[in-house]
């Protein structure tokens, strides 16, 4: 993680990217053409509503889908055309935190945030996880059965386990969707602070309060890029 924001250099560039779904004879189209590029430590929010294609276009940058059409680089990899055995490798080297949490009910706290690491291959320290649950304000729920956790609780041992491999970008799908406001808050402060320590930070929500926080907002519409605004 760096330690200063770079305005400089293009961590993602998604240039003319189109994804569709279906056969050839009945193809619908998720997202595209969309042109993007994001910056290395920045904080970039992208908002629209249901079905405008937001969390299809982060799952693509994630990797976690194929594109149709256009290229995708993210550093120096270009996830178009990337190969099984290497898309593997670059997830490793990402985050991604969902809006329902995605925690293993059969794993306790402290063993799903080292799942993060294992699942990209990493071998994680032990103390390294508790720390990060300690930094979360989760000290008192370190070996606890994940479902005596509270929505909050859940979603920050999520963003633990996104962090405990070290990523390069975190990505966020809906981070605080099924979140009290108060916890909201707590997540939204835990995200700002990990960006001001330069972690780049690519988030999709339909809460157009998130704007307030982010360097450049992204408007989506109908699958395409409406608007996009620089906030700092």
């Given at each position: 993680m760096?330690?200063?924001?770079?305005?400089?250099?293009n961590?993602?560039?998604?240039?003319?990217?189109?994804?569709?779904?279906?056969?050839?004879?009945?193809?619908?189209k998720?997202?595209?053409?969309?042109?993007?590029?994001?910056?290395?430590?920045?904080?970039?929010?992208?908002?629209?509503?249901?079905?405008?294609?937001?969390?299809?276009?982060?799952?693509?940058?994630?990797?976690?889908?194929?594109?149709?059409?256009?290229?995708?680089?993210?550093?120096?990899?270009?996830?178009?055309?990337?190969?099984?055995?290497?898309?593997?490798?670059?997830?490793?080297?990402?985050?991604?935190?969902?809006?329902?949490?995605?925690?293993?009910?059969?794993?306790?706290?402290?063993?799903?945030?080292?799942?993060?690491?294992?699942?990209?291959?990493?071998?994680i320290?032990?103390?390294?996880?508790?720390?990060?649950?300690?930094?979360?304000?989760?000290?008192?729920?370190?070996?606890?059965?994940?479902?005596?956790?509270?929505?909050?609780?859940?979603?920050?041992?999520?963003?633990?386990?996104?962090?405990?491999?070290?990523?390069?970008?975190?990505?966020?799908?809906?981070?605080?969707?099924?979140?009290?406001?108060?916890?909201?808050?707590?997540?939204?402060?835990?995200?700002?602070?990990?960006?001001?320590?330069?972690?780049?930070?690519?988030?999709?929500?339909?809460n157009?309060?998130?704007?307030?926080?982010?360097?450049?907002?992204?408007?989506?519409?109908?699958?395409?890029?409406?608007?996009?605004?620089?906030?700092?």
């Amino acid at each position: 993680m760096t330690a200063s924001k770079s305005s400089s250099t293009n961590q993602i560039q998604i240039t003319k990217v189109s994804k569709f779904y279906g056969t050839k004879k009945d193809l619908v189209k998720a997202v595209g053409p969309v042109s993007l590029d994001i910056e290395k430590g920045s904080l970039t929010v992208i908002l629209g509503r249901s079905g405008s294609g937001k969390s299809t276009l982060l799952n693509l940058m994630a990797g976690l889908d194929k594109v149709s059409e256009g290229t995708l680089k993210v550093g120096s990899d270009e996830i178009s055309q990337i190969s099984s055995g290497n898309l593997a490798k670059y997830r490793s080297k990402i985050g991604i935190i969902f809006q329902f949490y995605n925690l293993l009910p059969n794993l306790n706290t402290l063993e799903n945030v080292m799942m993060g690491g294992w699942a990209g291959g990493k071998k994680i320290e032990e103390q390294k996880a508790i720390d990060l649950l300690k930094q979360f304000g989760l000290e008192h729920r370190i070996r606890a059965d994940v479902k005596t956790l509270s929505g909050g609780e859940k979603q920050r041992v999520a963003i633990a386990r996104s962090l405990v491999g070290d990523p390069e970008i975190l990505f966020c799908d809906e981070p605080t969707g099924a979140l009290d406001t108060a916890s909201e808050n707590q997540v939204r402060d835990i995200l700002v602070d990990l960006n001001k320590k330069g972690l780049t930070i690519v988030m999709v929500t339909h809460n157009p309060d998130f704007a307030q926080i982010a360097d450049k907002v992204v408007n989506m519409k109908d699958g395409e890029i409406d608007s996009i605004e620089l906030k700092k």
